[in-house]
């Protein structure tokens, strides 16, 4: 009994208990909590996923300004560009073009690339 206790115990620090979802993918789905967990757990800020977004591309695709100002806050570096060679201030933009249709969206974009052109090149 005592040694399944401990490789249970063993099993769980070496797995970790933290959160499941990536940084980028929180910051793709706007979870500022999970966010907020993986920083504390020393998450990379600049980790590129397979299409080679960092979480701050992820942020600026969506329009997530509140996760923005948390990775930049935390050191992410605004101008890494993606795979495409955009910069997750290109998206923001595209965002906004695209989004013509609708003020209050184009509102939630343009104040993720009013937030990225200030820490931005």
Known sequence: M?????SIVAAVLLVGCGPSESINEAAA???????KQQLAAAANVNAKDRMGWTPFCEA???????IAELLFANGADVNVKDDRG????????????????SLA??????????LLSKHGV
């Open 2 to 6: 005592k040694s399944l206790l401990v």
């Open 29 to 35: 789905f706007g979870n500022i909590k999970a966010v």
């Open 60 to 66: 600026a695709i969506i329009g997530h300004k509140e």
């Open 86 to 101: 955009m910069a997750p201030l290109d998206w923001a933009i595209k965002q906004i073009l695209q989004r013509s249709h």
């Open 105 to 114: 969206v184009q509102q939630k974009y343009k104040e993720t690339a009013d």
